[in-house]
């Protein structure tokens, strides 16, 4: 028939198919390895290189962000 028994994410439900809902959960709470794991181990080829930048892109912003928190609270919290 039409359909495909594979279990690629090529389906037709875009941004919010399962697959690339639970990678890119992984990607924000286990980091990049364990998205692209997660991603192998299910056979999700197609987002393994999206899991990787999406975890890498993750520590990136976190890492400004917490540079910048504790700057701004230790300019305005006494020592």
């Known amino acids: ?39 192998q181990a299910n056979g999700w080829k197609s987002l393994t290189a999206p899991s990787l930048l999406v975890g890498n892109l993750g520590y990136a912003v976190a890492t400004f962000a917490g540079l910048a928190y504790y700057a701004f609270f230790s300019r305005y919290l006494p020592n």
Request: no cysteine; charged share 30%; glycine share 10%.
């Open 1 to 39: 028939g039409d359909e495909s028994d594979d279990d690629d994410d090529d389906d037709d439900e875009g941004a919010f198919a399962p697959q690339r809902l639970l990678v890119a959960s992984s990607a924000a709470i286990g980091g990049p390895a364990t998205a692209a794991a997660l991603a």
